[in-house]
């Protein structure tokens, strides 16, 4: 009989010791668990547990025994690592912390713990350096620049990155069947694809769902992501995809070259706003916008949007400016709020305090776009009416642009703080809480590309006050009371109906609960994903459609300047941009420069196959080259021209190719200048082309020529 052993009708002692483990008593819990180790010595489990409170009370040596054991049983077990890195850690053994922090993530890449730890220590890149060994495999390469970007000198994840967050924690599990999925973080301006670990990247992400961020910890992330890169080749079936904001790319020229080795791409386009409602964007953002999504389009086969709304957008944008049509699928975005698996906290006094208080809320940017001044003018006039029984109006939201006006108004009016409250960079959890609180909610934005903000509140069972414009009622559908954004009267009585009659709102707020059902984040990246394999695989075989149909008879510029000014003119935007098909630069205001001595256009045209084609191209040479020669053949004949450091039309014959198809190579000779310290060859401002057997048609392209270039002439001399 054994001396300790289980008396009958006695707690098992293992039980025993979870008992005094909870109440951190850690003494007795290892005792408890030791005698249940002497009749189950291969319970790792509970060696663990053993280990980790004799840890706690300080006995480093007996539970590095406990570990060590636990580990000789098995090797492979995440878990007990960890702890062991735990213990190597109090102990003052960072380096014998280090290595077991790297076996358990080894173990289990999903670890998180382990990962942050690595993290702390600089070490994530030891383990999450990736290789491309399943080269073999189907990939899905997702674009995660701009979140990189974003979360550099941001606290929270808001609109577009919280969409691209949660792809990647999708994509971290592993849930995309049929094809590996890995985020990349491309060097666009060196042509360079390089892949970053999934599980870095997650632990970077999760950093944000912390009530305070640690800039310190955030920061080490960002630097272990980044260590983990590595260079990929995309091949053909693979799906390149952009779901950020895909207009702070500088370009998309090394998207073009995949493209035609048969590599698919496909852009999530979020809104048109900078297009559709310039009055709420600044010119800048205005015009870069403009370029990349022509540029962005060019190099696309397919488009996602994130609400039927959008899809319209696109397809209009599509048949009102650009000669070319790509396949349009929307997503809906989700309506919840990403959630995190520790428990919620909230650290901000003044969020707790408004749970004692009754109030509406609004969640949006403080921009002029989002119609805050709207819900002021309301608000002045419900006190007005109504007195102290008006609840308070809470914001959440950073602030943004052109709301000066505001800012005075608020400061003149002494109103934040008495019954309107802001808040700006709070986490998901005080968020939550915010919702959870208020009455209802109220978005009145002048214009959305979807409206996150009305499907959270849905998803709270909290009622939403909305504008009936552009994307929000697909959000919101029956479950929402819309607004004129326009119309503050109306407004004001929807808002003060809502408020005097709480039995109604009740009743609202019942039918929300009873009959709204929120999608997931799960569901949408199931759908994302799914949506864009289903739409590449149903393209045509082989390299993707050029996107770069030009029309004969007609004077074809290139460069920024010419492509804002038909923007600005509401003309079809065509340009030569995507025909440039190797060895160029980015395109600039004027035009572009060939990086290499030898370069080459491609284009659609609208002649047929074995037809003869007269082709112009407006070129010239860099600052300080000399003796510079251009040889050009677009396969009917070898011709040779000097090039000038201004402008000058050449022109020559050629042969159209298969599939309506027109191939020019370029091959420079001579000793080229440097223009910002490139290696620049020729340059290229613009294009044109006509039946080459047509003589009228000839000579009315030269006409055309003739006028252009003496108009350029006297616009550079102006």
Known sequence: MKLFGK????????????????????????ESYALHLEDNPLDVAILVQAGNCLKEAGEYK??????????????????THLQYGHLMKQMGRPLDATESYKRSAERDPSNQDAILELIAAGAAGEV????DEDSQTKTIWLDVTDLMEYVRVNKSLSGIQRVVSNLVLHVASGAVPGYRAVPVIPEYDRHRILAASPAPLAALIRQFDAPINDRTMIDKAIVAVYETRFEVWPKQGDIFLVAGAFWIYPHYDVIRAYRKKGMRFGVFIHDLIQIRNPEYVQQAAIDKFQRQLIDVLSVSDFVLTNSA??????KAYLQEYLNFSLPVRPILLPTELRKSKKSAKVLNDNIRKMASEEYVLCVATIEVRKNHMYQVRIWERLIKEFGEKIPKLVWVGKWGWQIDDLRH??????????WLFIFNDISDDELEFLYNHCLFTIYTSFAEGFGLPIGESLAYKKPCIASNTTSMPEVGGRFVRYLEPWNQSEGY???????????????????????????????FCD??????IGTSTALPKGPGLLNCLLPKNSIIEGGDDALLRMAAEHKPIITFRAARDSGWFYMENWGVWASERRSSLVFDCELKQGDKVRIYLEVKCPPRSSEISLVVNAGAELASFKLYEWNRFISFEGLVGENG????????????????HRSIHTGLTSMAYCDGSDPLARIDLLEKVTLYSQIEHLRREA
């Not at 019942?510 to 929120?518: C, K, Q, R």
């Open 7 to 30: 008396a009958p009708g006695t707690l098992d002692p293992a039980r025993e010791g979870d008992r005094f483990r909870d109440a951190g008593q850690w003494t007795q819990a290892a």
């Open 62 to 79: 007996q539970a590095e025994k406990r570990y060590r054991a636990a580990l000789d049983i098995d090797p492979n077990n995440s878990d």
């Open 128 to 131: 999450f350096g990736l290789s």
């Open 309 to 314: 709304f959008v899809a319209s957008e696109v």
């Open 409 to 418: 108004h608020l400061a003149e009016q002494g109103c934040v703080g008495d």
């Open 493 to 523: 009585a929807v808002v003060r109906d809502t408020i005097l009659d709480p039995k109604g709102l009740a009743e609202w707020t019942a039918d929300i609960e009873a009959n709204f059902h929120p999608k997931t984040w799960q569901e």
């Open 527 to 532: 759908e994302f994903f799914s949506t864009a």
């Open 661 to 676: 198809r027109v191939t020019i190579s370029l091959l420079a000779r001579g000793r080229f200048g440097d223009v910002d």
